[in-house]
C-alpha cells in the first residue's frame, strides 16, 4: 500500500490544479514543493508582473491625465512600495493556495523532492528527510529562466526575469532588455512607463517574432513613441561593465552598435526546470529539453507522469492548468474534456494583446484557404476615449468551410474578449453564428462586430 495515490511535486498553477482535481474525485493526494505555494505564475511571473503593470499603467495615466482635465500636482512613484504591492498579491494568492489544499485535506510537504524510483521520493526540507510513496507521481517543476552563455553575462547588473522582480533597490535610470518575447516587453512597458530609458534588443526580424507579424510592427511603433530604443536583427555577443553601467555589444545589418543600461535584463526564454530531480540511474526520455510524455502524460519512467512547462513547449499558466485537470481526470479512469488545440495566449502590454489559433502566414504555410477579416479601431468610441495607440483586430476562417480558425486582437481588454474567438473555434463556428448576438455600446467588443462582418462579407463573396 502506498502513502498516497498521487504525489504531485510543484504548487504552481499545474500541480495545484492537478491536486485538487484528483482529491476531489476521491484520491489521496500529498503536494511537495520547494518554495512559496503558487508557483512561478503567483510570485516571480504572471501575476507578479501584471501587479506592476497595474502600478506603472496608473502613474502613466495620472501623468498623461493632463489631456483629459486630469492634472496630478506632486505625482511620484515609488519603487519600494510598487513591488511591496506585488508581493502582498503575490502572498495573498499564494496563502489562498494553501488553504485551498487545507480544504482539500492535501498535505503539503515542504522540500525539495528527488524521485529515487517509481513510486518513491525523497524530501528534503526545513525539517529533514523524509521519503514518500505514492501510486502515481507527477511532476509539475515548470521552468527557469536561460541565462544566455555570452561574455558579461554573470555581471552582478545582468538579471533574470526572476531576479529582477525582486525588485531593484532603486528606480534604474536605463535598462537594457534582451530579448523581445513576451517577458521583454511586458519589463519594456514597466520600466518605461515609470520614465526608464529602456532599450529593447530581440535577435530576429520583430518584437514578438513567435506572433503575427503586424502584432510586432505595431508594438514596435508604439515603444518607439514612449521613447524605447528598439533594435530587431540585434545579435549580442557581449556585455562590459563600464563605469556608468553596462554596456551591451550586438550587431545589427552587419554593423557593430552597443546599448548602454545601468542594469540589464536577459529574456531569452525559460527552459524546463527538472535538474537534480531524478537519482542516478533513472533517465527519463526528452524531447528536445522538455520531458517527453504520451497521451496520458505519462514519461517514459511508468508510475511518472509530467505537465506544464517542464513537459511542454506552450509555456503557459493556462496550458499548464488544462493539462493538470486533465492529467487528474484520466488518472482517476475519466475522459478529459478541455481541447487541448486551443490555446489563446496574451502579452500584457498597452495595447494589450491576444491571440488564438492560425495566423495568415501559418495558414498560408500549412496550404490551408483562409479569409481575414479586419477592423481598425480607429472609430471605435471606447478606443478613441482611452487612447491606447493604433489597435486592430483580425478573425481568420476556413475559405471553404467558413469555420473560425484564429484572431490577432491588440487592443484594450484584449485578453478578456479572446475566449469569444476560442470557444468559436473549439466548437466549429462560423462568423455568422459569432454575429447572431449583439454587442453592448459603447464597448471595444463592437470593433469585433466590424471584423466578424468583414469577414462573413469576404466568405459569402467568393
Ligand atoms: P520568449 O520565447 O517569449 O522570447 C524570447 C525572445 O528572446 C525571443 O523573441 C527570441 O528571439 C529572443 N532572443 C533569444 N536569444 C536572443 C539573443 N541572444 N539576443 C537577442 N534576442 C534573443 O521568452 P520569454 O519572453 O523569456 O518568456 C518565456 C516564456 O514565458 C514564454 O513561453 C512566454 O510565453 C511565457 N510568458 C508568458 C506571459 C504571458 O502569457 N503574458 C508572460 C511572461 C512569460
Redesign the pocket.
Known amino acids: 500500500m502506498f502513502d498516497y495515490d498521487l504525489l504531485v511535486i510543484g504548487a504552481g498553477p499545474g500541480g495545484q490544479t492537478a491536486a485538487l482535481r484528483a482529491a476531489k474525485l476521491g484520491k489521496r493526494v500529498a503536494v511537495v514543493e520547494a518554495r512559496e505555494p503558487g508557483g512561478t505564475c503567483v510570485n516571480r ?2 501575476v507578479s ?1 501584471k501587479t506592476l503593470l497595474h502600478s506603472s499603467e496608473l502613474y502613466r495615466s495620472a501623468r498623461e491625465g493632463v489631456a483629459v482635465g486630469v492634472h496630478a500636482e506632486g505625482l511620484r512613484a515609488d519603487l519600494g512600495e510598487i513591488f511591496q504591492n506585488k508581493l502582498r498579491v503575490a502572498q495573498t494568492l499564494s496563502a489562498g493556495v494553501e488553504t485551498m489544499f487545507k480544504s482539500a485535506k492535501i498535505p503539503l510537504l515542504r522540500g525539495r523532492a528527488k524521485i529515487l524510483e517509481p513510486h518513491r521520493v525523497r524530501v528534503t526540507g526545513p525539517e529533514g528527510e523524509i521519503e514518500v510513496t505514492a501510486e502515481a507521481i507527477l511532476i509539475a517543476t515548470g ?1 527557469e ?1 536561460i541565462r ?1 552563455p555570452l561574455p558579461g553575462m554573470d555581471l552582478p547588473n545582468v538579471l533574470t ?1 526572476e531576479e529582477l522582480l525582486q525588485g531593484p533597490d532603486h528606480l534604474y535610470r536605463s535598462l537594457v532588455i ?7 516587453i ?1 519589463f519594456a512597458c514597466f520600466f518605461s512607463d515609470l520614465g526608464v530609458d529602456v532599450t529593447v ?4 526580424d520583430r518584437l ?3 506572433l503575427d507579424r503586424e502584432l510586432g510592427q505595431n508594438l514596435a511603433l508604439i515603444l518607439k513613441k514612449k521613447n524605447v530604443r528598439v533594435c530587431t536583427g ?3 555577443e557581449r556585455a562590459e561593465q563600464t563605469e556608468t553601467g553596462i554596456r551591451v555589444h550586438f550587431t545589427m545589418k552587419g554593423k557593430p552598435d552597443f546599448a548602454e543600461g545601468e542594469a540589464v535584463l536577459c ?4 527552459r524546463a526546470a527538472w535538474e537534480g530531480l531524478f537519482a542516478e540511474g533513472l533517465t527519463p526520455e526528452l524531447e528536445g529539453r522538455i520531458l517527453k510524455v504520451n497521451e496520458r502524460y505519462e514519461t517514459s519512467i511508468p508510475g511518472v507522469y509530467a505537465i506544464g512547462d517542464v513537459a511542454s513547449n ?4 493556462h496550458v499548464a492548468s488544462a493539462q493538470g485537470q486533465a492529467f487528474a481526470e484520466l488518472f482517476c479512469g475519466q475522459e478529459s474534456r478541455v481541447d487541448m488545440r486551443v490555446v489563446p ?4 502590454c498597452r495595447p494589450e494583446i491576444a491571440v488564438v489559433g492560425l495566423t495568415d502566414a501559418e495558414a498560408k504555410a500549412r496550404s490551408i484557404p483562409v479569409k481575414t477579416g479586419k477592423c481598425v479601431l480607429g472609430g471605435n468610441a471606447r478606443t478613441l476615449i482611452e487612447d491606447p495607440g493604433r489597435s486592430f483586430m483580425k478573425v481568420l476562417a476556413h475559405a471553404e468551410t467558413g469555420k473560425i480558425l484564429g484572431a490577432q486582437l491588440m487592443c484594450l481588454n484584449a485578453p478578456d474578449m479572446i475566449s469569444q474567438i476560442s470557444q468559436a473555434i473549439a466548437n466549429g463556428m462560423t462568423p455568422r453564428q459569432l454575429l447572431l448576438a449583439m454587442r453592448p455600446h459603447p464597448s471595444f467588443e463592437e470593433a469585433l462586430t466590424e471584423a466578424l462582418e468583414d469577414l462573413a462579407a469576404k466568405l459569402e463573396k467568393q
Do not use: D, H, N
Request: one cysteine or more.
Open positions: 511571473g504572471c508582473t521552468a529562466p544566455l526575469s534582451i530579448g523581445g518575447g513576451v517577458i521583454g511586458e534588443l530581440e535577435g530576429l514578438l517574432p513567435m540585434a545579435l549580442v529574456a531569452v526564454g525559460r506552450t509555456q503557459l499558466a495566449s496574451c502579452v500584457y
